[in-house]
């Protein structure tokens, strides 16, 4: 039995490598993301083998002044182990002092104890309770991340924006229509067989966090898309992808909202006080609607105070008891005159592809201080002050 299971670590490293080198081959050919990669890296010192002390691939990442990752495959977290794998970081540091990080990267597809290992080994190593040559010990999905997010460091905040959007989107399409990240759902891939996904983490974490049941479920039909209706005035929809999906016990339909940034604050929301107003049931009349629809005016918190201080009392002291009304309008739609594709059920940062429900973000939005007791900011978009809001929200990143 420890051998069979010792065999299913080896194919599981294997392909965990065959990963890593797709994951890279992936990233690289996008424009925006300018890395070299060289598979199988190996170093030594002068007089000695020069291939002693090893790492499965090297990263050089062109826009960031060349700087050097290093990284080495994994099936297990076995104290002796990763030992090994400190012990050539630590070499690999003394005869390239270039190298700026290096990471420990396991399989996806690890048995639930596996992934407790890696996670404990990397809070010890990030909270310093281990001395570690080793920067972190992460997931393949997580390491692909990290790559995107320090090739892209150096662009400029629109492009970067742009080229993060677009490439959030099209990696959870694609991960949602891979075929063999449903078969793996299904139980119909063997974890430790060929082929397998670079993107089954991201996969299941949507599914799973919508509430697709893993254990009783198989997926019979799944179609995913990001071609979804503008609003009626021109305007973008809070869904950025929609899913289908048929299991032989219910049918889902996932409408996800990508926050494509890795900034602690996002726009969220731009749009008129008016529709505002509607959501929460308001009278342009009321003292409350008469307080936003000043607060459009002014176009911000400072000069409301300065020019209708009682207007800005009124939503220091009401505006928090519709936080929850607002987190749900402001973030998904709901509430508004949008379509049901266009209202989005699923909240994605593209930062951390933490996938979060309704509920799970109104609990989390309501940790966050803002202005007027809510979680929010609130300002103009440029070009409308005195016509328009414009709403950002804290992040989870």
Known sequence: ???????????????????????????????????????????????????QFKMDALIKFNDSNNEIWLIKTTSSIRSDRVKGNQFDAQNIRKIKPN??????????????????????????????????????VISINTLCLLIRDKALENLSQGVRANVLGEETEERIIRALNNEDNIE??????????????????????????????????????????????????????????????????????????????????????????????????????????????????????RKLKENYPDSYNILERKLHEYNKDLIKFFLFGIGGKQKDIQIANMLVYNKTFKAMTVNETVNHMSKYSGQFGTPFSFTYPSGSRGKKIQVKAPTNN
Not at 282 to 299: R, V
């Open 1 to 51: 039995m420890a051998q069979n299971d010792n065999k299913k670590k080896a194919l599981s490293g294997l392909k965990t490598k065959e990963l890593l080198r797709k994951t890279l081959e992936d990233l690289s050919s996008n424009l925006y993301i300018n890395i070299n990669y060289q598979m199988d890296f190996d170093t030594g010192y002068v007089g000695y083998s020069n291939k």
């Open 99 to 136: 190298v700026k990080e290096i990471y420990l990267v396991t399989s996806d597809f690890a048995d639930p104890k596996e992934i407790s290992y890696r996670k404990k080994y990397s809070e010890n190593i990030r909270k310093k309770r281990l001395y570690s040559e080793i920067d972190d």
């Open 184 to 301: 793996l759902w299904n139980g119909s891939i063997d974890k430790y067989s060929l082929p397998k996904s670079i993107d089954y983490e991201l996969f299941q974490e949507i599914l799973s966090t919508h509430g697709v049941d893993n254990q009783s479920e198989l997926i019979t039909s799944l179609y995913a898309t990001t071609d979804i209706p503008l609003l009626s005035e021109g305007g973008q929809p809070k869904t950025d992808v929609y899913c289908e999906i048929g299991t032989n016990i219910n049918t889902y339909n996932i409408n996800i909202s990508v926050k494509q940034t890795s900034a602690k604050k996002v726009t969220i929301h731009e749009g008129f006080v008016e529709e505002l107003l509607d959501v929460l049931y308001l009278d342009t009349n009321s003292n409350l609607g008469i307080a936003l629809l000043k607060l459009q005016e002014c176009g911000g918190k």
